[in-house]
């Protein structure tokens, strides 16, 4: 069953990205490693396939990479409100 679940945060999602991109390829050397089995009509697609999840991991960690230093970034201009408005100030 699914479930919904609410990403608290970019480091959150790139770290999401992360773990597809490595289920990928991990996929694609399952592929890789298992050719010999396949029969030779089938080699072609497989190969594909593999080429596939290996460039939607590096996609994905591409995009993981964006979403960390979006974040860097935002963290470095973000200002807590309690101390912007002298609310923390003792």
Not at 9 to 22: F, G, M
Not at 38 to 45: C, D, I, N
Not at 68 to 78: A, H, N, P, V
């Amino acid at each position: 069953m699914f479930k919904e679940e609410f990403i608290k945060s970019l480091p959150e999602l790139a770290d999401v990205y992360e773990k597809w991109a490595t289920e990928d390829e991990a996929r694609a050397d399952e592929i890789l490693a298992a050719q010999d089995s396949y029969a030779y009509e089938v080699r072609e697609h497989q190969l594909e396939r593999a080429s596939q999840l290996i460039d939607e991991a590096a996609t994905l960690k591409k995009r993981a990479a964006e979403l960390r230093k979006l974040e860097q970034r935002r963290s470095m201009y973000c200002v807590d409100p309690t101390v912007a408005s002298g609310k923390a100030r003792s």
